[in-house]
């Protein structure tokens, strides 16, 4: 077992924190890149844009299954045979999509995608953990973790100029070189850490996927209008998502520690991430839409859209420690939340004749606005937890993170739907449904201000490390 820290000026560290950094820049673009291409995809595949939904749920959700068990896998078979693993399935599922010819086949390697996706930013994190130690860990963080923060925003704009100017095939194909160096890479610069070797939780795997898998089920049924199946797959999710919670508490080796969620802080980060995310999670989703059916805008322009909020979010990245130091969680949280939902509602003010800076100067705010939601959100999980307890909170904050983003896709896709009435190739009928959507959306994000009140007093900040969880 390999315990040295090296020195972060080292050769070797240098090219793992690359190495990382490259890995979670691969597994968060995906999680955005297909939103701008999606009108392209449709075509290409003969199915209603709205359809390309299950697409990006898939991906999503299976990020949110898999990835409890990356620390078990990790302890058991070595962080380096694991790591290569998960970059040789995520590049096998890039080239599968790529070469998809139906919608069916596009998702089946979307899931393959996310398996090996979901194994790259947990493995990553805790690699950097070993081989830095506390000292060194929070610069190597810093540093792996920019390219994870612009990934989902810089993703859009990627799709859009790929497939407007060479296909839309080319937003999974580039993935195949990236995954090759990083098998390289991960002969010469990735350690192979194990852990204490313990029995996997199987039972508790088996019905957090189930119960995840039937409510998303729930979610996609509902958007195609079949309400009757629809109610069925959520009655059976909520039964399964019960009996793992009978099950879970007292587990001995569960997946998913739910006596986390007796520490104050963690349950109201976790609630009010859960409602901010369900509202905002699919805004990039419609949007591009919008933009490109209801607006006629090309795939390019419309990704252009999403650059301001990417600077915005990294502007922030200054500002966050000082916010939080001078006025807390609670306050900074309630007047975020509050701000951002008002701007989320302000998108349904546009229309097809909305200039184009208009919607670049909100998308600024916005960005502005979520960088610092996204990151006070994921660091109050933290503040009462010790060091004991971490790896264990990081894998489920980060399940329940994609797992309500998957939600939040399904529900801003549905809205989309019901209120596009079936008229599906009418650019009025997508203006007009984008408009209301968004304003649900808003409502249900508006139900995080409440959930951030029940902080007993302001925290001061301890400290926080930027993430790639820190941007979802």
Known sequence: MLEARAPVTDAR??????????????QTLDSTIVNTAVPSIAHALSVPPVDLKTALTSYVLTLAICIPASAWLSDRLGTRRVFALSILIFTLGSLACGVSQSLPQLIAARVLQGIGGALLMPIGRYVLVRAFGPKDFVAAMSTAGI?????????????????QYASWRWIFLVNVPVGLVGLWLNRTHMPDFRGERRPFDWIGFALFALASGMLLTAAETAGDGDYRAAGIAAAVGVLFAFAYWRYGRHARHPVADLSLFKVRSFTIAVGGGMCVRLGTAGLSFILMLFLQVGCGWSPTMAGMMIVPQAVAMVLMKFLIDRILKRYGYRHTLFVNTTIATILLACFALFDATTPWWMIAMLMFAYGFVMSLEYTAMNTLAFVDLGPDRASQASSLTSAAQYLVISFGIALSSWLLAVFLSGHHHDAAAYV?????????????????????????????????????????
């Open 432 to 472: 007009r449904g984008f408009r209301f959507a968004v304003l649900v959306m808003a409502a249900v994000s508006l139900v995080a201000v409440y959930v951030f009140t029940r902080l007993r007093h302001d925290r001061p900040l301890r400290r926080t490390v930027t993430t790639p969880e820190t941007a979802t």
């Open 147 to 163: 390219p994870g923060l612009l990934g989902p925003v810089l993703g859009p704009l990627l799709g859009g100029v790929l497939s």
């Open 13 to 26: 560290m240098r090219g793992l924190i690359w190495l990382v950094a490259a890995a979670f820049f691969m």
